[in-house]
C-alpha cells in the first residue's frame, strides 16, 4: 500500500512547494518575504510551527518571523541568539543533506544556551520515526556567496513523524527558494533606501543650488564664477546682477571677459597672485565708460563634484567710497590744509627720496660695497621710484593716469624711505638712483643739479597784525597759487609753515635757479585784493642745491641761510617793494 501511494505523495509534494514558492515571490518587503516564507512551511509543508532566524550584521541571529502559535510568536519574535550558539547547534546531529535534525537525545544539553526557543508538550513517541516535542530540525539558507543568510527552524510534523526523503528534499528545495527570496527582498530593500536617500539628497541638492541661486543673484555685492585652468582661465561664466551694475556691463558682455581683461594695468600683477592662490586684494576694475573703480575681490576656489572642474567663486565689493577717504586723509597728512601745498614732512620726504648717504666723489669700502647688495637693495624698492609710483625726467615719481600735474603732482605721503648706500659697481653705481650733484659756485659751469629756493615773505607781519587773520590766510593762498603757476609740472612747491615756502626744482644750473627766483619774487609782487583791499607782500629767496651726503634738514638750511642773507642785504623798503 505505502509503494503503491509513494508516487501521489511525491506529486502532492511538489504542487504544495510549487505554490508556496510561488507565493514567495508576492511579497514586497523584507518582512512580508519573511512571514511568507515560516507561513508557507505551515500551510504547504505540513508542519504546525515554523521560525525564521535572520543574521544580522554583527553576525548574531534574530527571530524575524514566526507562525503556527501566536502565544509563541509574542514570546521570541525579535529576540536574539549568538553565533556561536548557533554554529554549535548546526554541527550537531544528524545532517540530512544540508538539514540539520538534532534529536532529543542529544538536544537536552541545548537546553541553556542563548538562543531563542519554545517548548511543546506531548507524549513520548511509541515508534522509532516518531516526533518528540524535544526533537529540533534546522534548514540553514545560504546566499549566493556562500555565507549564512539565515535559518530555519521547525516543529511538530502534522503526520506526527519524522519526515521522510521527500519531506526534507521539500523542506530542503524550499529553504533554498526562501534564501533566494530573502536575498532579493534584502536587494530591494537597500535599493528603495538608496533611491529615498538619493531622492533626499536631490532634493537637498537641488534645495542648495537654489539657496546658492537666489544669494548669488539676489547679493548687495558683485559675484562671479570664473573657470579656473586650462586655455579658458579666469573667464567669467556667470555674474550676478550687481557685479553688472558696478561694471556697468551686462551679464552677456562679461561672459566674453576674464578679470585680466578688465584689471587695471597697474594691479595685474596682483590679479594674477590672487587667482592663483585664492585670498583677497584691492584693486582696480574698468567700467563701461572707460573708469576704473576701487574694488575688494575675495577668490574662493570650489569643485563642481569630487573630482569634476574647479571653478573661482569671487566676490566683489565696490570700496571706492573708502579709498576716497584713504586718499584724502594720506593727502591730508601729507598737504597743507590752508594751501593744499605739499607741507614740510612731505617736502622732507621727497627731498630725502633723492638723496644717499655719500657724495659721489666718496668712494664706498669694502664692507660698505658688500652691504650694498642688501640695503640697498631694499632701500631702493623702498624708495622714490618705487614707493613714489615711478621717476620722471627729474628723478621724482612721475605723473601717473589718474594723478594730478603741476605742484600737486606727489600725491604718495612719504615716497622715500632710508637713503641708499653706493652699489657695489664703485662711485656712483647706485641700486636704481640718480646720484644728485650741486654746481660747485654760484657761476653756472653747465652743471644741472636740484635746486631748493627758499622764500619767506616780507611785510605778511603787519597785514596779518593790521587786517586779521582771515586777510593774512587769503594772502597765502594767493601767493601759494601764484608760486604754483609758475613752476614746471614736475617741480614742488611746499609750504613749511608760516609765510615761509620752498620750492624743488630739478635738472637747473646755477643761472637757471636765479632766474627761477626772480620769476617768483614778481610773481608775489602785484597787489593781491581781498575784500576790496589791495595789500602787498614782498618775498625773499635763499637758493639752496641738495648734494648726496647732505640731509634733507642740511639741505633746508643751507637755503634758509642764504635766504637771511639775501634778505639783510636789502632795505626794509626795497624788501616790500620787492
Given at each position: 500500500?505505502e509503494?503503491?501511494?509513494?508516487?501521489?505523495?511525491?506529486?502532492?509534494?511538489?504542487?504544495?512547494?510549487?505554490r508556496?514558492?510561488?507565493?514567495?515571490n508576492?511579497?514586497?518587503?523584507?518582512?512580508?518575504?519573511?512571514?511568507?516564507?515560516?507561513?508557507?512551511?505551515?500551510?504547504?509543508?505540513?508542519?504546525?510551527?515554523?521560525?525564521?532566524?535572520?543574521?544580522?550584521?554583527?553576525?548574531?541571529?534574530?527571530?524575524?518571523a514566526?507562525?503556527?502559535?501566536?502565544?509563541?510568536?509574542?514570546l521570541?519574535?525579535?529576540?536574539?541568539?549568538?553565533?556561536?550558539s548557533?554554529d554549535?547547534?548546526?554541527t550537531?546531529?544528524?545532517?540530512?543533506?544540508?538539514?540539520?535534525?538534532?534529536?532529543?537525545?542529544?538536544?537536552?544539553?541545548?537546553?541553556?544556551?542563548?538562543?531563542?526557543?519554545w517548548?511543546?508538550?506531548?507524549?513520548?513517541?511509541?515508534?522509532?520515526?516518531?516526533?518528540h516535542?524535544?526533537?529540533?530540525?534546522?534548514?540553514?539558507?545560504?546566499?549566493?556567496?556562500?555565507?549564512?543568510?539565515?535559518v530555519?527552524?521547525?516543529d511538530?510534523?502534522?503526520?506526527g513523524?519524522?519526515?521522510?526523503?521527500?519531506g526534507?528534499?521539500?523542506l530542503?528545495?524550499?529553504?533554498?527558494?526562501?534564501?533566494?527570496?530573502?536575498s532579493?527582498a534584502?536587494?530591494?530593500?537597500?535599493?528603495?533606501?538608496?533611491?529615498?536617500?538619493?531622492?533626499?539628497?536631490?532634493?537637498?541638492?537641488?534645495?542648495?543650488?537654489?539657496?546658492?541661486?537666489?544669494?548669488?543673484?539676489?547679493?548687495?555685492?558683485?559675484?562671479?564664477?570664473?573657470?579656473?585652468?586650462?586655455?579658458?582661465?579666469g573667464?567669467?561664466?556667470?555674474?550676478?546682477?550687481a557685479?553688472?551694475?558696478?561694471?556697468?556691463?551686462?551679464a552677456?558682455?562679461?561672459?566674453?571677459?576674464?578679470?585680466?581683461?578688465?584689471?587695471?594695468?597697474?594691479?595685474?600683477g596682483?590679479?594674477?597672485?590672487?587667482?592663483?592662490?585664492?585670498?583677497?586684494?584691492?584693486?582696480?576694475?574698468?567700467?563701461?565708460?572707460?573708469?576704473?573703480?576701487?574694488?575688494s575681490?575675495?577668490?574662493?576656489?570650489?569643485?563642481?563634484?569630487?573630482?569634476?572642474?574647479?571653478?573661482?567663486?569671487?566676490h566683489?565689493?565696490?570700496?571706492?567710497e573708502r579709498?576716497?577717504?584713504?586718499?584724502?586723509?594720506?593727502?591730508?597728512?601729507s598737504?597743507?590744509?590752508?594751501?593744499?601745498?605739499p607741507?614740510?614732512?612731505?617736502?622732507?620726504?621727497?627731498?630725502?627720496?633723492?638723496?644717499c648717504?655719500?657724495?659721489?666723489?666718496?668712494?664706498a669700502?669694502?664692507?660698505?660695497?658688500?652691504?650694498?647688495?642688501y640695503?640697498g637693495?631694499?632701500?631702493?624698492?623702498?624708495?622714490?621710484h618705487?614707493?613714489?609710483?615711478?621717476?620722471?625726467e627729474?628723478?621724482?615719481?612721475a605723473?601717473?593716469?589718474?594723478?594730478?600735474?603741476?605742484?600737486?603732482?606727489?600725491?604718495?605721503?612719504?615716497?622715500?624711505?632710508?637713503?641708499?648706500?653706493?652699489g657695489?659697481?664703485?662711485?656712483?653705481?647706485?641700486?636704481?638712483?640718480?646720484?644728485?650733484?650741486?654746481?660747485?659756485?654760484?657761476?653756472?659751469?653747465?652743471?644741472?643739479?636740484?635746486?631748493?629756493?627758499?622764500?619767506?615773505?616780507?611785510?605778511?607781519?603787519?597785514?596779518?597784525?593790521?587786517?586779521?587773520?582771515?586777510?593774512?590766510?587769503?594772502?597765502l593762498?594767493?601767493?601759494?597759487?601764484?608760486l604754483?603757476?609758475?613752476?614746471?609740472?614736475g617741480?614742488?612747491?611746499?609750504?613749511?609753515?608760516?609765510?615761509e615756502?620752498?620750492?624743488?626744482?630739478?635738472?637747473?644750473?646755477?643761472?637757471?635757479?636765479?632766474?627761477?627766483?626772480?620769476?617768483?619774487?614778481?610773481?608775489?609782487?602785484?597787489?593781491?585784493?581781498?575784500?576790496?583791499?589791495?595789500?602787498?607782500v614782498?618775498?625773499?629767496?635763499?637758493?639752496?642745491?641738495a648734494?648726496?651726503?647732505?640731509?634733507?634738514?642740511?639741505?633746508?638750511?643751507?637755503?634758509?641761510?642764504?635766504?637771511?642773507?639775501?634778505?639783510r642785504?636789502r632795505?626794509?623798503?626795497?624788501?616790500?617793494?620787492?
Amino acid at each position: 500500500m505505502e509503494t503503491e501511494s509513494e508516487p501521489y505523495v511525491r506529486l502532492a509534494t511538489l504542487r504544495q512547494l510549487h505554490r508556496v514558492v510561488a507565493e514567495l515571490n508576492t511579497a514586497r518587503s523584507l518582512a512580508d518575504t519573511l512571514q511568507t516564507v515560516v507561513d508557507g512551511i505551515v500551510v504547504g509543508l505540513g508542519y504546525e510551527l515554523a521560525c525564521v532566524n535572520l543574521v544580522r550584521p554583527d553576525g548574531d541571529l534574530v527571530v524575524a518571523a514566526f507562525a503556527g502559535d501566536p502565544a509563541a510568536e509574542a514570546l521570541i519574535t525579535g529576540r536574539v541568539g549568538s553565533r556561536p550558539s548557533w554554529d554549535r547547534r548546526l554541527t550537531m546531529g544528524e545532517n540530512w543533506d544540508g538539514l540539520r535534525f538534532i534529536p532529543h537525545t542529544e538536544g537536552w544539553i541545548l537546553m541553556e544556551d542563548d538562543v531563542p526557543q519554545w517548548h511543546t508538550d506531548g507524549p513520548d513517541p511509541r515508534f522509532e520515526d516518531e516526533w518528540h516535542p524535544e526533537d529540533r530540525l534546522y534548514a540553514p539558507m545560504y546566499a549566493s556567496g556562500g555565507e549564512l543568510l539565515g535559518v530555519i527552524s521547525v516543529d511538530r510534523p502534522r503526520n506526527g513523524r519524522r519526515p521522510g526523503a521527500w519531506g526534507r528534499e521539500a523542506l530542503q528545495m524550499y529553504a533554498f527558494q526562501a534564501a533566494i527570496a530573502i536575498s532579493n527582498a534584502r536587494l530591494r530593500a537597500n535599493m528603495q533606501r538608496a533611491l529615498v536617500r538619493l531622492e533626499r539628497e536631490q532634493q537637498a541638492l537641488r534645495a542648495s543650488e537654489e539657496s546658492f541661486r537666489q544669494a548669488f543673484e539676489y547679493a548687495p555685492s558683485g559675484m562671479a564664477i570664473a573657470e579656473m585652468g586650462g586655455d579658458q582661465h579666469g573667464r567669467l561664466l556667470r555674474t550676478n546682477d550687481a557685479l553688472c551694475r558696478l561694471l556697468g556691463r551686462p551679464a552677456s558682455v562679461l561672459r566674453r571677459y576674464s578679470f585680466s581683461d578688465l584689471v587695471h594695468p597697474e594691479d595685474i600683477g596682483t590679479l594674477l597672485r590672487t587667482s592663483a592662490e585664492g585670498g583677497r586684494a584691492e584693486l582696480r576694475l574698468g567700467r563701461r565708460d572707460g573708469t576704473y573703480v576701487w574694488v575688494s575681490l575675495r577668490n574662493s576656489v570650489v569643485a563642481d563634484a569630487a573630482d569634476g572642474p574647479r571653478f573661482l567663486l569671487t566676490h566683489v565689493e565696490d570700496i571706492e567710497e573708502r579709498k576716497r577717504h584713504e586718499l584724502q586723509l594720506a593727502h591730508r597728512a601729507s598737504h597743507d590744509s590752508l594751501t593744499g601745498l605739499p607741507n614740510s614732512a612731505e617736502l622732507r620726504a621727497r627731498l630725502g627720496a633723492r638723496l644717499c648717504r655719500r657724495p659721489q666723489s666718496v668712494r664706498a669700502t669694502a664692507v660698505e660695497a658688500l652691504d650694498a647688495a642688501y640695503e640697498g637693495r631694499e632701500g631702493a624698492h623702498l624708495g622714490g621710484h618705487e614707493a613714489g609710483g615711478g621717476a620722471g625726467e627729474h628723478g621724482f615719481p612721475a605723473d601717473g593716469p589718474d594723478r594730478p600735474t603741476g605742484t600737486d603732482a606727489f600725491e604718495y605721503p612719504g615716497g622715500g624711505a632710508g637713503p641708499l648706500v653706493p652699489g657695489p659697481g664703485g662711485p656712483g653705481a647706485y641700486d636704481h638712483h640718480v646720484h644728485t650733484v650741486a654746481p660747485a659756485t654760484d657761476i653756472d659751469d653747465g652743471t644741472k643739479g636740484l635746486a631748493v629756493l627758499f622764500c619767506d615773505l616780507d611785510g605778511f607781519k603787519s597785514i596779518n597784525d593790521r587786517f586779521g587773520h582771515h586777510t593774512g590766510d587769503a594772502v597765502l593762498i594767493e601767493v601759494a597759487r601764484r608760486l604754483s603757476t609758475c613752476v614746471r609740472d614736475g617741480d614742488t612747491v611746499a609750504r613749511l609753515g608760516g609765510d615761509e615756502f620752498v620750492v624743488l626744482a630739478d635738472g637747473l644750473g646755477a643761472a637757471d635757479a636765479a632766474d627761477l627766483a626772480v620769476r617768483l619774487r614778481n610773481a608775489i609782487i602785484p597787489p593781491i585784493r581781498v575784500d576790496g583791499r589791495a595789500v602787498r607782500v614782498g618775498a625773499s629767496f635763499g637758493i639752496g642745491w641738495a648734494s648726496c651726503g647732505m640731509s634733507a634738514d642740511e639741505v633746508l638750511r643751507s637755503a634758509d641761510q642764504r635766504m637771511y642773507i639775501e634778505k639783510r642785504s636789502r632795505s626794509k623798503a626795497h624788501r616790500r617793494a620787492g
